[in-house]
């Protein structure tokens, strides 16, 4: 699914189950991190890049409505926010595609780390949208699980643009082995990435 070469066992959904108010917190923060990982590109490449500016900052925007949403069901179900735990999975993608940073433009790396994010969170998110016993999460996770996918499409060809197709999918494939390892290494918790 969207050039992920690993599925997430189904069994994860039980962990969230377990501690469905910890992962909406997760969430949460992840969907804050989408916004700040947008502007961050933008705080970094708009002068060498500015038609990236209009995408990314509209990318930032829609994640941030993300949160604000995700925030809504953390309220309704009584709870609060909490601090930010690391996000071990997005930490140990970015150092495991720095290896070969060197002989590689650094846009084309984060263009393609964001795009594998997007596509496992959509792919996570369509487990929720089947499985969860709870039908008015089931409708929210089908919907960001469109976002998401429409998310690593413009990943990838905000990427394709700038470095042609033939790079682009060379990266893509190598960067996407990486990440079916790691993903498949995190034990299974109540977090978006757990
Ligand atoms: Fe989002
Ligand atoms: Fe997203």
Redesign the pocket.
């Given at each position: 699914m969207l050039g992920l070469l690993a599925p997430t066992d189904p069994a994860w959904v039980d962990a969230v189950e377990g501690d469905l108010d910890r992962m909406l917190r997760d969430h949460a923060h992840?969907?804050l991190k989408?916004a700040q990982s947008a502007l961050s590109l933008v705080a970094r490449f708009a002068g060498e890049h500015p038609e990236l500016v209009a995408p990314l900052v509209a990318l930032a925007h829609?994640?941030t409505e993300?949160?604000d949403q995700v925030h809504g069901h953390i309220r309704a179900r009584g709870g609060t926010m909490s601090l930010p735990d690391s996000d071990l999975y997005v930490a140990s993608l970015r150092k495991a595609a720095s290896k070969d940073h060197g002989d590689l433009p650094v846009l084309l790396d984060r263009l393609l780390v964001s795009a594998l994010v997007e596509a496992r969170?959509c792919e996570r998110f369509k487990l929720l949208s089947e499985r969860l016993k709870d039908a008015s999460l089931r409708e929210f996770y089908k919907d960001?699980m469109a976002?998401?996918a429409r998310?690593f499409r413009l990943f990838a060809r905000l990427a394709e643009e700038r470095f042609g197709e033939h790079e682009t999918r060379a990266r893509l494939a190598i960067l996407a082995e990486r990440e079916a390892d790691l993903a498949g290494s995190l034990p299974l918790g109540p977090t978006v990435h757990g």
């Open positions: 992840c969907e989408a829609e994640e993300h949160f969170s960001l976002s998401e998310h």
